[in-house]
C-alpha cells in the first residue's frame, strides 16, 4: 500500500513523514513521490506548527528508484521529473519549519530532499552527494547552487564525489552534526514549538 511507503504522524504541532522503504535505501519510486505529494497537500490544508522528515533503516534516501528507471519508458519519465520538481518545490514552500533528520546517505534526490529542510540534522554517517554523472542523469541544481555556493555544487555536481557529514556541516548542506538525528530534531521542534508561530 502506498501509505507504508511514507509514514505519516499527523498532528496540530509537530507532524512527522518518515521514509519507509529500508530495503532499497529509502529509493524514490513514482508512487513514493506521489504519497508525498498526497501529504504535503493534506499538511499545506491544515498546516502544523512543525514538520519532522526521517527516514527509516540506515540511510536516508538512496535516490530515485533505478530499477524503475530502467523499465520506465519516456512518458513515465517525463511524469516522474514533472513530479519530482513538484513535491520538491512545494516543501521548500511549506511555511510550517521543516526539520530533517538525515541517517547515512543522502543521494541525488535524496539530497534533494536533504537541502529542502530549513533546518538539517545529519548523523556523523551522514554523507551527500549527486551520483547522477555515473548514471548519465542531469541533476536539478538551483537550490544546491543557492545553499552551498556555484564552486562547490559545481564539485559536487561534475565529480559525483561524496561530502561527507563534518564536511556537509562546514558547507551547509547539513545546519548540525547529532548522533541520533530524528531525537535532535525532536528537540529542536520542541523548541521551535516554544516561540511564537507567526
Wanted: aromatic fraction near 4%.
Amino acid at each position: 500500500m502506498s501509505e507504508d511507503l511514507v509514514l505519516f504522524e499527523k498532528s496540530p504541532e509537530i507532524s512527522t513523514l518518515t521514509l519507509n522503504r529500508p530495503h532499497v535505501y529509502n529509493a524514490v519510486s513514482y508512487a513514493m513521490l506521489e504519497r508525498l505529494r498526497d501529504i504535503l497537500s493534506e499538511l499545506e490544508s491544515d498546516l502544523p506548527r512543525v514538520v519532522i522528515v526521517a527516514a527509516n533503516g540506515k540511510g536516508f534516501c538512496g535516490g530515485v528508484d533505478l530499477k524503475e528507471s530502467r523499465e520506465a519508458d519516456a512518458a513515465f519519465a517525463n511524469r516522474r521529473v514533472t513530479l519530482m520538481h513538484e513535491v520538491l518545490s512545494r516543501l521548500r514552500r511549506l511555511p510550517s519549519p521543516v526539520v530533517m533528520a538525515i541517517e547515512g546517505v543522502a543521494a541525488g534526490l535524496g539530497a534533494e530532499l536533504a537541502i529542502s529542510g530549513d533546518i538539517r540534522i545529519a548523523s556523523p554517517s551522514a554523507r551527500f552527494g549527486y551520483p547522477e554523472p555515473r548514471v548519465a542523469v542531469p541533476s536539478p541544481a538551483h537550490h544546491l547552487v543557492n545553499l552551498i555556493g556555484l564552486a562547490r555544487a559545481q564539485e559536487m555536481l561534475l565529480t559525483a564525489r561524496w561530502v561527507e557529514a563534518e564536511e556537509a556541516r562546514q558547507w551547509g548542506l547539513a545546519t548540525r552534526i547529532a548522533d541520533d538525528p530524528l531525537a535532535a530534531a525532536q528537540e529542536v521542534a520542541a523548541e521551535l514549538m516554544k516561540l511564537s508561530p507567526l
